[in-house]
């Protein structure tokens, strides 16, 4: 059987071709390479060798076209999922700096304002124009743009957020808290919260812990004064008549059944002095704070199964009534704690100033110690250590484990305006 003839050769063998024909195959092939894949190689009625080249490009074609028609609806699929959580997330993020009152501003390291929001821009201290895209000491007033500064670049180095208070002129003093974190290599995120309302709560409550402190210490100056006054008074007239009486008597029995009841009249009335003393420390005004320290620790080794060392280190010669009072009074109850709950065997109570003008007050002992998180149901007097000090706007911290020991630090500030007297104890005689 004969060979059909080619369109690349003769019946008789000789290389000829259909130029046309190839032209056409040929700008076919190269609209299909430049991307119209929609496009066919035509097919003649020859069935030849162009024929079955041009058939198999377009099977191959046609796959590649359904590949692609399925990676594009698969593409499209996945962009409107990413489209739905793109606009699902701008939605809830929407509604969440809708709800949240606090200022929010996107700083750059170097501290220049990129963004911000503000649920009321009331709260802001300048308009925005005046704040984005420049820098936090074109805006701030100089001490807190250098606190701002200083902020940042710690924020920079750690994962912790930085806390800065501070207070502007806005209308009327107001107190803000700023946390300031990371958002990215040089960005930063500031949330900044209107903290004025809680700042005059603290304050009034300060002022009401102090009041009642006040009041409290006055009352146990009168019950010491009765104590001492009246109460010492008729103990001691009374253990004079039941001498008297006793010297009377003949029988030797009697007597020295009265000689007993003298005795014990005798202590009791040691008690009630010593506890006139312990509601109202008149030997804080006497003899001076250290000293009345000191008395205090002696006393209490007396009293109790307990060694209390005292050192003092330098201290200004005269501290505020209202911060001796409050040292004495910490003292006073830490020692009660310490012999109470404590079964240490010593104590060690120390009295010094820092370097930052605060006197400190340090109270130690090797005890059982407690669980700090705990102390509501310790019944340890902390809740009245913290009251005190609080009004004369110092700081107490407490380092306790259960069975390492107790570390209680007062640290006061010297130059306090606490809501007690303002005259002035002297720290020794």
């Known amino acids: 059987m004969a060979d059909k003839a080619s369109p690349l050769t003769s019946p008789g063998g000789e290389f000829t071709f259909d130029v046309d024909r190839v032209a056409a195959f040929l700008q076919t092939v190269e609209s299909m390479a430049a991307g119209h894949i929609e496009r066919r190689l035509p097919m003649s009625p020859r069935h030849d060798a162009l024929d079955a080249i041009a058939h198999a490009i377009n099977v191959l074609v046609g796959e590649l076209s359904w590949a692609a028609a399925r990676a594009k609806e698969a593409q499209d699929e996945k962009e409107a999922q990413l489209r739905a959580a793109v606009e699902n997330a701008e939605t809830r993020n929407g509604a969440i700096l809708r709800a949240i009152p606090d200022l929010m501003f996107v700083m750059l390291r170097d501290g220049t304002y990129v963004d911000y929001h503000a649920r009321d821009p009331k709260l802001l201290f300048v308009p925005p124009s005046a704040f984005l895209g420049k820098k936090v000491h074109e805006v701030m007033p100089p001490a807190l743009a250098s606190m701002f500064m200083d902020a940042l670049e710690r924020a920079c180095e750690t994962d912790d957020p930085v806390v800065v208070e501070y207070e502007l002129p806005i209308e009327e003093p107001r107190h803000f808290e700023a946390r300031i974190v990371r958002a990215g290599a040089d960005r930063l995120l500031s949330i900044v919260r209107d903290v004025t309302q809680e700042k005059r709560a603290s304050e009034m409550n300060r002022d009401l812990a102090g009041r009642l402190i006040a009041r409290q210490e006055i009352e146990r100056q009168r019950i010491a004064r009765e104590l001492h006054d009246d109460v010492c008074q008729r103990l001691a007239l009374l253990n004079i008549d039941i001498d008297a009486v006793a010297a009377q008597v003949e029988s030797e029995q009697s007597r020295a059944r009265l000689h007993k009841l003298s005795a014990q009249t005798n202590e009791i009335a040691r008690d009630v002095h010593h506890m006139s003393y312990e509601l109202h420390p008149s030997r804080l005004r006497i003899v001076g704070l250290g000293p009345a320290l000191q008395l205090l620790c002696r006393d209490t080794s007396k009293q109790r199964n307990l060694r209390v060392a005292f050192t003092q280190g330098p201290i200004p010669p005269t501290v505020g009534s209202d911060i001796a009072l409050c040292l004495y009074r910490i003292v006073q109850e830490a020692l009660h704690n310490v012999a109470r709950h404590s079964h240490a065997e010593e104590a060690h109570v120390s009295l010094t100033c820092d370097e930052d003008d605060h006197i400190v007050l340090r109270i130690e ?52 305006d606490g809501a007690g007297s303002s005259t002035e104890v002297p720290v020794s005689t």
């Open 365 to 416: 002992d090797a005890g059982v110690g407690f669980d700090p998180r705990q102390v509501q149901h310790a019944g340890l007097g902390i809740v009245s250590m913290r009251e005190r000090v609080t009004v004369v706007k110092g700081q107490l911290t407490i380092d306790a484990v259960q069975g390492g020991g107790t570390q209680i630090t007062v640290r006061i500030p010297l130059d306090c």
